[in-house]
């Protein structure tokens, strides 16, 4: 199982997902690093190690972002490498991404197990963000 399977499945608590785009940062720099996707690298890394590299790439602070993107809903890919803009046909340029572990106490989805909590921003500037039990969305696996 590949470090992205076994994020989506929830089975990585203490890892972040980073999607970033050829057309926003060198593939060069992050091969090494990360996964090569179409259109990008996904890099799949311990929490404090992902901010880091999010903030250095993007410039943004990852929990600010994050709450920033919660105000709108969107798709984003099963798989972490992409999404759809709520406001147009336009491209991702990164996504975010972390796994919260099942908790009964909070209720709702978080009772129905592990949450995974994606954030993505477009090329037009729109942050959104969409969220999901682990292992839920059929579409998830990486090929």
């Given amino acids: 199982m590949s470090k992205r399977d076994e994020f989506l499945a929830g089975d990585r608590p203490d890892d ?56 709108t809903e969107g798709t984003v890919a099963p798989t972490l490498d992409g999404g759809d803009c709520p406001e147009g046909d336009h491209d991702v340029k990164f996504v975010f991404a972390f796994a919260e572990e099942q908790n009964e106490d909070v209720g709702g989805l978080y009772a129905e197990g592990d949450v995974i909590h994606a954030y993505a921003y477009c ?21």
């Fill in 123 to 143: 090329d037009c500037g729109t942050a959104f963000s969409q969220k999901w039990v682990a292992g839920e969305r059929e579409d998830a696996r990486a090929e």
């Fill in 16 to 71: 972040v997902a980073l999607f970033l785009a050829d057309s926003f940062v060198s593939r060069d720099t992050l091969t090494e690093y990360g996964e090569s996707v179409p259109g990008g690298t996904l890099l799949i890394v311990p929490g404090e190690t992902g901010r880091s590299v999010f903030k250095k790439a993007t410039g943004m602070d990852a929990m600010n972002f994050a709450k920033q993107a919660m105000g």
